[in-house]
């Protein structure tokens, strides 16, 4: 049984552009359609499981007051029926008729646990539930669907009821972070947002009554071609005019100008009420108007707007702070609505890094009797001969990292690290250095300004090792980096560059990965996913496996490739560690100590347990990993690295 969850979703900017941005299709005098849409706090949990019927069942108190359990025989047409009849399981049976036709798949048993999405306010309650049949379809036939397939079988499984949705409202699929959504015909493009400050916002049911379905009649019937003035302001209004307002407001969220992003909330309600709200009587929503214009709220925000498809469904707030925040949802509350809070946090660029040092070095006997193996040194093709450790700090250092954790393994050996980084050479020896190797000096006296040691005075494992790092994460993605390992890129970005770049994109608990063949499987960690990407470079990660038998990997840990191919996966030695993973290192350890138990505390095991709650993705580095860790490795990197 697996358990799943799927939020709703809130368009802050961009309400519409989807459906009109697909008719460039049939004119492509029609602007892409763009919007900035967030994932939110509320949404649906279930537990779900495979069955000979598609079943839906809800454990949840605050279900909605016309819910019946559901079950229905896995035949297409008795879906394709149920989907067309309007009650409130078209959207499941919707996305099950799709899955049916399609993949040919079994039934499934849905049970939901909890539900705290509001039911037809504009937050896209049946797009998360076409998105959670869809994923729970896809997760127990490993059907291999990424992101943007299981939305798109959402959406096409929608469509099959009376509704006629645009594709902004699966972007629940993406989870909890703003995107911005570019809408070209056929093409959908999901680009992850920049968040300077943290966006206070609220949003509110209005408890009145829409019809969705009617609004979007009327204003389709501009497409794909305007027959008069007021039909081409509305596609004015939604095409560039939008465009250009989602470009300020994207500025705005990178620039951390949050008065301006609040302006830009009611000049895009001003713009919609103009040219767009004309067209539909079902958009004459006096209860939306009266909220945003009440004056006792002025003091709490910097702007608002509709939702949605707008009408009297939900209203949006971006509040000024954190007390305004709470204020302005206790008064909505207490005027008849039901309002949430959403806090949208700045997307951290990376700037602290760890490396675990605190090992003995025993496998580099007997040379690790007199240094670490850290120091041990490496030719490198620029002529010079650095230690271990100086070519993995160089490396963080260009890849824009401020801070280095040092995990060592008592405070006898921080004077190995005080003599070399902080202990200037004696006069004479200065003396006798050339102009460039003086200059590299004052080098490597900078980088040790930037290093911060903790210690691991117990020897329990990788994953107590870095948890020795907590404070010095203070709550933000890290870099984890490991000691007994160096790296070369193929490109002119360092590798840890490279990772981080794509975590400020996708903003998950993040792991380097590269290929090997089936054959080293079994001195391996494996991970097994699906590709999020065109290129196969970023892996959703769906399992991890410890040093697998090769017939176990070639079976089920096998990862296709776009060709069909199968590929192996192992992890490259970098991370990017997300605050959730010292949480369950801490519980771990907490376990560990109360129940008694002897053995390692796991950093895979932390990973594996985050990556089920909150997703994980793999990033395919384009370069080299060289282990530094026995004397084969050891000897293979001296030749190679200096190449």
């Known amino acids: 049984m697996l358990k799943l969850f799927v939020p709703g979703r809130l368009c802050l900017f961009g309400e519409h552009s989807d459906w009109a941005g697909h008719y460039r299709t049939m004119n492509a005098d029609i602007e892409p359609g763009a919007a900035i849409v967030t994932g939110i706090e509320q949404g649906i949990y279930a537990e779900v499981e495979k069955s000979n019927l598609f079943e839906v069942f809800n454990d949840d108190l605050q279900r909605p007051d016309n819910w019946q359990n559901f079950s229905c025989k896995m035949i297409e047409s008795d879906l394709k029926s149920i989907a067309k009849s309007g009650s409130f399981f078209c959207y499941c049976a919707g996305v099950a008729s799709y899955m049916l036709e399609w993949y040919k798949v079994g039934g499934v048993r849905i049970r939901i646990t909890g539900m705290t999405l509001p039911i037809k306010s504009g937050l896209s309650s049946s797009a998360a539930i076409c998105v959670l049949v869809a994923r729970a379809f896809n997760l127990l036939y490993k059907l291999n669907l990424n992101t943007m397939g299981e939305m798109n079988i959402a959406y096409w499984g929608e469509l099959r009821t009376l509704s006629r949705c645009g594709r902004l409202d699966q972007a629940c699929a993406f989870g909890v972070k703003p995107n911005l959504m ?120 910097y702007g608002g707007k509709g939702v949605g498809s707008h009408g009297d469904g939900s209203v949006q707030f971006l509040a000024r702070d954190e007390e305004s925040q709470l204020k302005l949802q206790e008064y909505l509350n207490s005027c008849g609505m039901k309002a949430y809070t959403l806090t ?49 700090l160089e490396e963080l250092v260009e890849s824009g990292i401020e801070e280095i954790c040092l ?56 994953g107590h090792a870095v948890y020795q790092a907590a404070d010095f994460a203070g709550g933000e993605p890290v870099l984890l980096m490991l000691g007994d390992t160096i790296y070369q890129s193929h490109n002119n970005k360092p590798c840890a560059l490279q990772l981080i770049e794509k975590y400020e994109k996708y903003n998950t608990l993040m792991v380097g990965i590269h290929p090997i063949p089936l054959s080293d499987v079994s001195h391996y960690g494996i991970l097994k996913g699906i590709w999020e990407d065109r290129e196969c470079k970023v892996l959703n990660v769906s399992a991890m496996h410890e040093k697998p038998k090769a017939s176990y990997a070639e079976e089920f840990l096998s990862v296709l490739s776009q060709d069909g191919s199968k590929g192996y996966y192992s992890v490259f030695g970098q991370y990017i560690l997300t605050p959730e993973v010292f949480e369950q290192l801490a519980n771990d350890i907490k376990l560990s100590d109360e129940k008694g138990i002897e053995g390692e505390i796991e950093l895979t095991s932390a990973l594996d347990k985050v990556r089920e709650r909150k997703g994980m993705f793999g990033v395919c580095l384009d370069g080299k990993m060289f282990d530094m860790g026995n004397p084969i490795a050891f000897r293979n990197a001296v030749i190679e690295y200096s190449k």
């Open 182 to 301: 570019i809408f070209d015909g056929d093409e959908i493009e999901v680009q992850a947002l920049k968040v300077r400050k943290k966006l206070f916002w609220v949003f509110a049911d209005l408890c009145a009554s829409k019809d969705t379905i009617k609004i979007l009649r009327d204003l389709n019937k501009a497409y794909p071609f305007a027959s008069n003035d007021a039909e081409m302001l509305e596609q004015n209004a939604l095409g560039p005019l939008n465009r250009e307002i989602v470009q300020r407001a994207i500025k705005c969220m990178a620039e951390g100008d949050i008065p301006g992003l609040g302006k830009l909330m009611v000049e895009a309600e001003d713009l919609f009420d103009r040219y767009v709200s004309p067209m539909s009587a079902a958009l004459d929503a006096p209860k939306l108007k009266s909220v945003l214009c009440d004056p006792v709220i002025d003091k709490w925000i």
């Open 344 to 392: 949208i946090n700045p997307v951290h660029t990376v700037k602290k890094a760890i490396i675990p040092v605190a090992g003995y070095g025993t496998r580099l006997y007997p040379a690790t009797r007199a240094i670490k193996k850290d120091f041990i040194p490496i030719p490198c093709s620029d002529g010079f001969v650095r230690p271990v450790i100086l070519i993995l």
């Open 407 to 462: 995990v060592l393994g008592s405070e006898e050996e921080r004077k190995q690290y005080f003599d070399f980084f902080d202990k200037p050479l004696p006069d004479e020896h200065i003396a006798k250095l050339n102009p460039q190797c003086y200059e590299y000096e004052k080098r490597i006296s900078e980088i040790g300004k930037r290093l911060r040691y903790v210690y691991q005075l117990e020897k329990r494992g990788f």
